[in-house]
């Protein structure tokens, strides 16, 4: 009897154990916020639940990488929690003839590369834009936006795994694009996951440098920024760069999601939440050329004499940043800005990564001997310039504020 009831109470804990590990699902979504990663304290926070937060924009040209912690924060629900790495999957089907999971092993063995990209959200500015006319949205400064060196394999070498050639525009089975869908829990898809999706040419294609990214900065993701893998589209908004990935599927048409369909689209001034219509615009993809001053506030007291006026500039679509102009008369005159991209180049190259999805770090300095606004816009390679003023650009919810960014100096008791 004793031996009996031994082998049945093993028998049960193997059960147990089983049981658990077909539970255990390597990684999931809460639909709460007990769980939180914890966070830098300098971060201005713009949405406490889910997870929103900017560094100050002073930090953002303190170097050319920016610390990841100091990496903006965008989330839409509670931030996934990892139970067990080595279980942890994800699982690519779709219009393909061999749809299978891959773990973090399969992935690790392809090869690796280091792409310096700036990530942007789609709603940075958004808070100067509010001050034209009322937006939808959480309220960002300059600094919804970071460049990091994200390591990875290409996704294009991960798709070849799975049978479909690099340079592959669709499938014969019909796929023409590439759909990411997270594990996290977002009210905007009725508790449903994030997805978003590209088009399969730009995934298949190697120079697009399109990551399936496990490290950030030389470090393995943290959870916040997608741990344990996400994508990496460089030079598109950020809302494309999918993390914590649970499946990849190759489908005919574009992602049907709620933040491919419904939101991250550029509307004119003209329309409002009456007269919207959401399938007549394209979702936004490549971000606009961009700049802004960052040593220096919108409202910024300051000493008579020089002051050094630091910043950022980027463009999407892998354009680089051909100069950046400074204006101190509204734009009657301008001054260039010396630009400096990685490892103090001030040129741009054809052959490094960093120049096609990077930004540059600007710098000028002006004389000041009265109160004045200065002013500063990019242009990109591709001669796209920052349009002049908000107004031009203004929509409803607030995107791609890529306007002449301008402070306001005035002569007083300052540090500066």
């Not at 995934?203 to 920024?225: F, I, K, Q, S």
């Not at 599927?249 to 933040?259: D, K, L, R, S, T």
């Not at 004389?367 to 920052?386: G, M």
Request: charged share 25%.
């Amino acid at each position: 009897a004793k031996r009996h009831f031994s082998t049945w109470f093993i028998s049960r804990i193997r059960q147990d154990q089983r049981r658990r590990k077909k539970k255990m699902p390597g990684i999931r979504g809460p639909s709460e916020y007990s769980q939180e990663p914890a966070r830098h304290p300098s971060l201005k926070v713009n949405a406490k639940e889910p997870f929103n937060a900017e560094p100050p924009r002073s930090s953002l040209v303190s170097s050319y990488v920016t610390p990841v912690e100091l990496f903006y924060k965008r989330n839409h629900g509670p931030i996934p929690i990892v139970d067990d790495l080595e279980s942890y999957s994800v699982t690519f089907t779709g219009l393909i003839h061999n749809p299978r999971k891959l773990f973090m092993k399969d992935i690790r063995s392809l090869p690796k590369y280091n792409v310096t990209a700036t990530l942007q959200c789609a709603g940075n500015r958004r808070t100067a834009m509010s001050k034209v006319r009322n937006v939808r949205g959480v309220g960002w400064d300059v600094s919804a936006i970071g460049n990091a060196v994200w390591g990875g394999a290409k996704l294009a070498d991960v798709l070849e795994l799975l049978g479909i050639p690099k340079l592959t525009a669709s499938t014969n089975l019909g796929g023409r694009h590439v759909e990411f869908v997270s594990v996290d829990r977002c009210k905007e898809e009725n508790g449903g996951p994030y997805k978003a999706s590209i088009p399969l040419s730009q995934a298949t294609n190697p120079e697009a440098d399109v990551l399936l990214a496990y490290e950030m900065n030389g470090e393995t993701l943290n959870r916040d920024h997608g741990f344990p893998l996400r994508v990496v589209v460089p030079g598109v908004i950020g809302a494309r760069s999918v993390k914590w990935l649970d499946s990849i599927n190759v489908i005919a048409e574009e992602c049907q999601g709620f933040f491919m369909q419904k939101d991250y689209k550029m509307f004119p001034p003209s329309v409002n939440w009456d007269n919207i219509n959401w399938s007549s615009r394209r979702p936004q993809m490549d971000f606009p050329v961009q700049s802004a001053i960052c040593s220096l506030e919108d409202v910024q007291m300051v000493k008579p004499g020089k002051v050094s006026i630091k910043g950022y500039a980027v463009s999407g679509g892998g354009r680089g940043i051909e100069r950046v102009d400074i204006s101190m008369d509204g734009g009657k005159s301008w001054v260039e800005a010396c630009r400096r991209q990685e490892q103090g180049k001030h040129y741009i190259s054809e052959h490094n990564s960093s120049d096609k999805w990077a930004w540059v770090l600007f710098e000028a300095t002006i004389d000041v001997s009265q109160s004045t606004e200065v002013i500063a816009k990019a242009v990109d390679s591709a001669a796209n310039v920052q349009p002049e003023n908000v107004e031009s650009v203004w929509n409803l919810r607030g995107v791609l504020n890529t306007s002449w960014h301008r402070v306001l100096l005035r002569l007083g008791h300052s540090n500066l």
